[in-house]
Every structure is written in structure tokens, then in C-alpha cells.
């Protein structure tokens, strides 16, 4: 595998059991991203774009075909190794923010460096959420903030474990146009400042424009989007 390649994926398939027999979201699935490259992901609704990316994030498994994270084969690994793997190499930004209520901005942020042992953890979240301008929300709870504000949460929390790969699934679509021009500079900033891989779903034109690439899904299936 070419070492510039942050995922090399090849003839990848995924199906699912419906009340009409097999359903299959993806079809032979073929694509390289090189490291520190952006890239969107775009397509029609339910053309299996989120289907993809939380495969490439193993957070799924495919039915058949390979996914490569760096040199690691990731689709062959069971869960806890996945889980190991996606702990090294990758943060992901949910569109519906995925915060834990419980935990206040500072907390949620912590979490990820916390579990890996990391005794800076608190240091680090205070950084990042004051570089996301919410340096004065550290004790607040996901319910006392804006749309906007879990948003950036989430984005500080998915860079609080260094990862080497970003995958965001529809990062703006919850948010007003403000908010969501903050979040769209504060990920391509954070992606240049630190080197990271942003692989990103968007109905967004404008955002997927300003990525180096767009892979556009049809029907299961990835074509490269001519420039």
C-alpha cells in the first residue's frame, strides 16, 4: 500500500437484510485518500453516503472488500480491535453532535484523551474548546448551549485525541448560516494546522467545493467529481 494513503479502499459491498430480502447500499466500492487530504463525500439522500462513511470510521462492517487505515487492514479486525484502531487514528463529527448530557463542555471534550491515559487531558480540552471560542462555556452542560456551540463542542472533542483522520457526517447541516460558516473555518483550520485527513458527507456545495476533492455517490456506487 502506497505509505501517502491515509485509507485505500478496494471493491467494497455492503448489504443489508430488509422485509423484501437483501438490500445492498454499497457496490464495489474503490478509493485512496492521501494523507492530509480533504475530500467530500456528496450525493442524493439515501444514496449511501453516511452508509460509507461510518464503514471507513469502523463503525459498521462491510459485507465483502477492504479498508485500509494507513497500513492496517481495518475491515478484517473484530470490534474491540477496531475500536483500538479508530482510538489511534480517528475523530469523527456526528450532525446530530452526540454529546453526553451529563458531562459539561470541558468534560465531553476530556473524554477521548481521558481514555487513553492521557494526564493532560484537561489542559488539552480547555485549549481546544478556547480555540473554538468557548473558553467561557467550559462548565456548561450540552442543554445550556446553542446548536452551534454543541457543534463546536463535538468538533473540539473529535480533535481531542490528536487523530490522524477526520470524518464528518454533515458537520453544518443542523446549523444557521453563522454558525455554520464558524464551524466549516474552524474544521479546514484545524485540518492545515494539524495535518489531518478530513473526509467529509455534505449537501453543502459551497463546503465540498472548498475540499481538495469530491467523490460524488450514486446508487451505491463512488465516481470522482471532474473538476
Known amino acids: 500500500m502506497n505509505s501517502n494513503n491515509a485509507i485505500k479502499v478496494s471493491n467494497l459491498t455492503h448489504s443489508v437484510s430488509s422485509n423484501t430480502g437483501n438490500l445492498t447500499l454499497l457496490k464495489g466500492i474503490n478509493m485512496e485518500i492521501k494523507e492530509g487530504e480533504s475530500v467530500a463525500i456528496v450525493g442524493s439522500s439515501g444514496s449511501g453516503k453516511s452508509t460509507l462513511l461510518g464503514l471507513l470510521a469502523g463503525l459498521d462492517v462491510n459485507t465483502s472488500g477492504e479498508i485500509y487505515l494507513y497500513d492496517q487492514l481495518f475491515s478484517s479486525l473484530n470490534e474491540e480491535q ?9 475523530g469523527f463529527i456526528f450532525q446530530s453532535f452526540h454529546l453526553l448530557p451529563s ?8 473524554l477521548p484523551a481521558e481514555l487513553k491515559g492521557d494526564k493532560q487531558a484537561k489542559q488539552q480540552a480547555k485549549e481546544l474548546l478556547e480555540k ?8 456548561h452542560y450540552p442543554n445550556q448551549l446553542s ?3 454543541q457543534q463546536r463542542v463535538a468538533i473540539a472533542r473529535a480533535f481531542a485525541s490528536n487523530p490522524k483522520i477526520l470524518f464528518a457526517d454533515e458537520p453544518t447541516g443542523n446549523l444557521d448560516e453563522a454558525n455554520g460558516k464558524t464551524v466549516i473555518d474552524l474544521l479546514f483550520d484545524l485540518n492545515k494546522s494539524n495535518g489531518t485527513t478530513l473526509v467529509m458527507v455534505t449537501h ?6 472548498m475540499c481538495d476533492r469530491q467523490l460524488v455517490m450514486s446508487a451505491g456506487q463512488l465516481t470522482e467529481k471532474s473538476s
Do not use: C, K, P, S
Open 82 to 90: 477496531r475500536a483500538l484502531l479508530r482510538g489511534q487514528y480517528v
Open 103 to 110: 458531562l459539561q463542555a470541558i468534560e465531553n471534550v476530556m
Open 132 to 139: 473554538v471560542g468557548l473558553g467561557h462555556r467550559l462548565d
Open 147 to 149: 446548536g452551534g456551540e
Open 204 to 209: 453543502d456545495n459551497d463546503l465540498a467545493a
